[in-house]
């Protein structure tokens, strides 16, 4: 089973830029491998915020955002809200096998 | 509105097995893909299984195959989750979700979870 690689925590500034990032040790991340981005704070349910790289859902707010760089998926938040502290896991998929990354804990501060 | 609401957790010896329910509402079970996710405490996100739409193909993380099985009750809209030979590092929030799409095995609308305690 593939091992997804996240940075265990990073702390951005309220109104600051921060990107996350998410690797696989089965190599570069691609469209074909459905990746995805989910919020979790505690005691909630999990929200998913990307789809496919880079669609938002109707609840995501704008100030999120997917991309790839380089081999690796790619999440960046602009304009840190306190709101946004919280753990985000990214996903990938292996012939319908989900594998999630260890997840970020992003404290805004 | 797309809902979904777990049940069936509980406080289960080790060894025993458990089913959980997820009752969906608003669409049909049936022409999307679900999922079950679960996050033991103080852990990740663990991905569990998926039914897709349609005929239903099931998918399973490796580390739980043969001990879980996903099915769907398309007469109630019912997703379930049947698992056997618990163990206490089972012990977790387990969340159904519903997919993007028919094939989806990816998360993207999620239910509030049930707890799982496994202990003696």
């Known amino acids: 089973q593939a091992v997804v690689t996240q940075e265990p925590s990073l702390t951005v500034s309220p109104g600051g830029t921060v990107t996350l990032t998410c690797g696989s040790s089965r190599g570069p991340v691609t469209s074909g491998h459905f990746p995805y981005w989910v919020q979790k704070k505690p005691g909630q349910a999990p929200r998913t915020l990307i789809h496919d790289i880079t669609d938002r859902h109707p609840w995501t707010p704008a100030r999120f955002s997917g991309s790839l760089l380089g081999v690796k998926l790619a999440l960046t938040l602009s304009d840190a809200q306190p709101e946004d502290e919280a753990d985000y896991y990214c996903l990938v998929t292996y012939a319908g096998v989900v594998v999630f990354g260890g997840g970020t804990r992003l404290t805004v501060l | 509105e797309v809902q979904l609401l777990e049940s069936g957790g509980g406080l289960v010896q080790p060894g025993r097995s458990l089913r959980l329910s997820c009752t969906a509402s608003?669409?049909?079970?049936?022409?999307?893909?679900m999922v079950w996710v679960r996050q033991a405490p103080g852990k990740g996100l663990e991905w569990i299984s998926a039914i897709v739409g349609g005929e239903g193909d099931t998918y399973y993380a490796d580390s739980l195959k043969g001990r879980f099985i996903i099915s769907r009750d398309d007469s109630t809209n019912t997703l379930a989750l049947q698992m056997h030979s618990l163990r206490p590092d089972d012990t977790a929030t387990y969340y159904c979700?519903?997919?993007?799409?028919?094939?989806?095995?990816?998360?993207?609308?999620w239910g509030q979870g049930t707890t799982v305690t496994v202990s003696s």
């Open positions: 608003g669409f049909t079970l049936s022409a999307y893909g």
């Open positions: 979700a519903k997919g993007l799409g028919m094939y989806s095995t990816q998360p993207v609308v």
